[in-house]
Every structure is written in structure tokens, then in C-alpha cells.
């Protein structure tokens, strides 16, 4: 079973940021904070990832917390085409992905 | 680079069929893996190969078998089909050095299978 925490949907207008949050109580010092997305009948695709400071690239940014049981993951300004469902991962790189099922953004016009 | 390629997209079986799906990837990857995902659902690991000529079981292997022909290519095998197997199957690739820290996983476009 998967050991994050995401709230099953969220909504988000067009243009503002969207900010999915993530509890991983349980994460293990060596384990990784992922976040993967899903868009609607397509495979996976990889979003960022980050073990204690916060991370940004083209994509998004990824803020964790001091203690790291959770994250949050921050889309600066979400469009249509970012509508799909969102996965909070936690691992340590060499093990392979537990996936749970994720938050579903909305993203409105 | 086509990243990883799955045939075929759709497929329908009845009962009892049998049949092979493929994937293969051309990232020189080292790792490969097999996942299915029901409606409404996240992903399962059903197998996967941290290197050429190596496969282990995931999370629910029964029904199924694997074969890592190569590097590039990783095949799923279903002897006798059930409706229970009905599902998306996606597979991904991972570099998966030895010694690196993070692993990062690309997937497949994914197949539909459904058995009647």
C-alpha cells in the first residue's frame, strides 16, 4: 500500500497556481519525495523530485517541510492541459514505485 | 528517441487465450518494469528486471510471466486469460545505476486489454 497521504481531488482556475499537498509521516531518511502525473489514458510522467531542500525545474516546484512528513507540490500557473491525476511518492532510488491513487486537479477555465 | 514503445495499444481476448505484450525501450536503460492500473485506480507492479537476464516478482505476479529478452526489450506473458485481467498495462524503463541515489522512471503509452 502506498504510505502518502493526498486529498482525492482538487480545483484550480486557469492561470493561478495550483498547490497539491502531501503527507508522508513515515518517510525513511533515504527516501526520496517523487511526484509523477497521470493525463487521462496516457502513462505516467515524471515531475520533479527532492529529498530535503525544495526543488524547482520547468515543470513545477516542490517545497518540503523542516521535519519532511510532507510536501507540496506547486504548479506556478496551471493550465488546461495540467488537468490529470497527481502522485506523491516516497523512494529511495533503488527500489521500485508504490503508486496510490493520487489527487485528481481540475484545472477551469 | 521513441522512448518506450508498447504493442499492441488494444486488445481483446476471450477466456483462456493466450497472449504476449511487448515493450521496449531505447533509453540504454537498465531497468524495466511492468505495472497494470484498474479503473479508478493506481498502479500495481506486476514484475520487473533491475538488469539484463534478471526478473522478480511485484506486487501481483499470479497469471502472469516475463521474459527480459535483451536490454531494450521486456515482454508480459498471459497463459490463460481471466476477466480479472482485464486492466491498462503500462511498462516503464529506469536507468538504475549502481550506486546513484535517485531513479527515475519513464513510461509506455500503455496497452488495453480486455477479456471477455
Known amino acids: 500500500d502506498a504510505k502518502t497521504t493526498q486529498p482525492p481531488s482538487m480545483d484550480c482556475a486557469e492561470g493561478r497556481a495550483a498547490n497539491l499537498p502531501c503527507n508522508h509521516s513515515t518517510i525513511s531518511g533515504n527516501e526520496y519525495v517523487y511526484w509523477y502525473r497521470q493525463i487521462h489514458s496516457q502513462g505516467p510522467q515524471y515531475i520533479i523530485h527532492?529529498?530535503?531542500n525544495n526543488e524547482t525545474n520547468e515543470m513545477a516546484s516542490l517545497i518540503i517541510t523542516e521535519d519532511r512528513k510532507s510536501s507540496t507540490l506547486i504548479l506556478p500557473h496551471a493550465t488546461l492541459r495540467d488537468t490529470a491525476v497527481y502522485y506523491c511518492i516516497e523512494n529511495s532510488g533503488y527500489s521500485t514505485l508504490t503508486f496510490g491513487k493520487g489527487t485528481m486537479l481540475l484545472v477551469s477555465p | 528517441n521513441a522512448g518506450v514503445t508498447q504493442t499492441p495499444k488494444f486488445q481483446v481476448l476471450k477466456t483462456g487465450q493466450s497472449m504476449t505484450l511487448q515493450c521496449a525501450q531505447d533509453m540504454n536503460h537498465n531497468s524495466m518494469y511492468w505495472y497494470r492500473q484498474d479503473p479508478g485506480m493506481g498502479l500495481r507492479l506486476i514484475y520487473y528486471s533491475a538488469s539484463e537476464g534478471t526478473t522478480d516478482k511485484g506486487e501481483v505476479p499470479n497469471g502472469y510471466n516475463v521474459s527480459r529478452l535483451n536490454k531494450r526489450e521486456f515482454s508480459l506473458r498471459l497463459e490463460s486469460a481471466a476477466p480479472s485481467q482485464t486492466s491498462v498495462y503500462f511498462c516503464?524503463?529506469?536507468?538504475?545505476?549502481?550506486?546513484?541515489?535517485?531513479?527515475?522512471?519513464?513510461f509506455g503509452p500503455g496497452t488495453r486489454l480486455t477479456v471477455l
Open positions: 527532492g529529498l530535503k
Open positions: 516503464a524503463s529506469s536507468a538504475h545505476r549502481r550506486g546513484g541515489s535517485t531513479d527515475t522512471q519513464y
